[in-house]
């Protein structure tokens, strides 16, 4: 397999299409509407004559740079191109408007590489040993991973803990409209067609990051303020590297969430940033404010997810996220048959894509480091001018999720929702969150409430496992420890 491997990164057309894929990725992910996973479909439906070493060089490419490029605009203009860049907004934008959108670009590009590398190693190695544990997490275990990541960004995204977590049940009441997902039955819809297949993520999403903020710039009357100059001064290696031992923890977190099937990278990157607001000292700003701590928290952990994603896809036949789902279909297509000895029987094809992989850590450092002066001139640009084409790209971005009017006018909505919260000092991330994870709790929790319904004991069938009360134990801890007097005790104890 090792000379399969080495013999694609000699192979001028593999490198080229992975090249081709790879800004393909970059074009798509920046752009808010236009996700990697529908460029990864529209993919699938071109290459499909094509050799399958050629296609998934292709979707490799656009993969690993695709995931990354989301970043772009949420530190530019504070939109997220993906779920998963939600938290590189926290201190992204933030540095942006210091006028140092340069150094939060190198940052978030240098982890996004690290990340990305550190997931597709990690899916060389230990493939098999990560799929096993991965198996071991049941309906419950995954309902109070995502419980326990919307509790954690509660606190982390607010001073005040309660408004975050009104926030995250605001995000989980909108997740449950559409389809009741046991019974079929219509739920929340109002008697709105549009709403039976649910609310959209990309409209929700652009409205409450993206339109808000402009609605947030109108208000405050300052439409002719430029930001200040953009530092373009060399941001130094030794500065960069010296998140590198933190970056590695971030990068289990990422590789580890994404092995588990539907987790993917929103949940990885609020629980890296989790992480980082315990074990970082000394930060130079604190989190939240323009601290490259947090887009190296993010950054590392939603790239690690690739590789991560990818694992139980091929030893299991089981898609990690949404565009591990498209790949896999790329191999049914080319018949490709994923599982427990794919690794053995098609070593060929897996060093195929881990060649691919590779490659595209390799491109998203190039295309990183050389777009990032470019585009962070955007900021330069007159409020005035530059809040016209934010609406716009707002507009474009939300029609472009399904192709109709309705998703602008939820964009709208959300948006002006949004604004009201951001002016109230409600955050808008725990939101995000619980709509994009509201639909895998409420599936879990009630097929994990099926499984316990036949058990004599259904507590400890719920709530008996070594994994299920490990989680349960942390959702609680984080709860209790927000509570005002409980904090108050603990940070007087600490001096």
Known sequence: ?????????????????????????LFVGSIPGLSVTMATALLVSVTYTWQTANAMATVMGLYVVGVFSGALSAILINIPG??????????????????????????????SFIGSVFGLAVLWIMARPVSRLALNFQPMDYFLLTLFGLTTVGSLTSDNFSKGMISAMLGLFVSMIGLDSVMGTPRLTFGIMELSSGVPTVPALVGLFGFSEVLVSLASGDLGAQVSEIKKSAVRFTDLIKHLAHSLWYAVIG??????????????????????????????????????????????SNNACIGGALIPMLTLAVPGDAVTAIILSVFYVHGLQPGPMFITIQSDMFAAILAGGFLGCIFLL??????????SKILLIPKSILLPIVTVLCVIG????????????????????????????????????????????????????????????????????????????????????????VKRLFNHSKK
């Not at 408007?97 to 190198?106: D, P, Q, R």
């Open 1 to 25: 397999m090792i000379n399969s491997f080495f013999h694609y990164f000699a192979n001028i057309q593999f490198i080229f299409l992975t090249f081709l894929g790879a800004v393909l990725g």
């Open 82 to 111: 993906a779920p998963s860049s939600v938290v590189t907004t926290f201190d992204g934008y933030p540095l942006a408007k210091k006028g140092e959108s340069y150094k939060a670009l190198k940052y978030a590009t240098f982890y």
């Open 255 to 300: 590789t580890f969430v994404g092995a588990l099937p539907g987790a993917g990278g929103p949940v990885a990157s609020f629980l890296a940033y989790s992480s980082a607001k315990k074990i970082v000292k000394n930060p130079e700003v604190p989190l939240g404010q323009g601290a490259v701590e947090g887009i190296v928290a993010s950054e590392t």
């Open 366 to 375: 190039i295309l990183g480091l050389v777009a990032a002066p470019k585009l």
């Open 398 to 485: 939300a029609f472009a999720c399904n192709n109709t009017m309705f998703d602008i006018l939820l964009m709208f909505i959300f948006g002006l929702l949004g604004f009201f919260m951001r002016r109230h000092g409600y955050p808008v991330a725990p939101m995000t969150l619980g709509i994009v994870l509201g639909g895998m709790m409420d599936s879990n929790f009630r097929r994990a409430v099926s499984l316990a319904a036949s058990e004599e004991n259904k507590i400890a069938a719920l709530f008996g496992r070594p994994i299920t009360i490990i989680l349960l134990t942390l959702t609680v801890a984080t709860l209790i420890m927000n509570i005002p007097a």
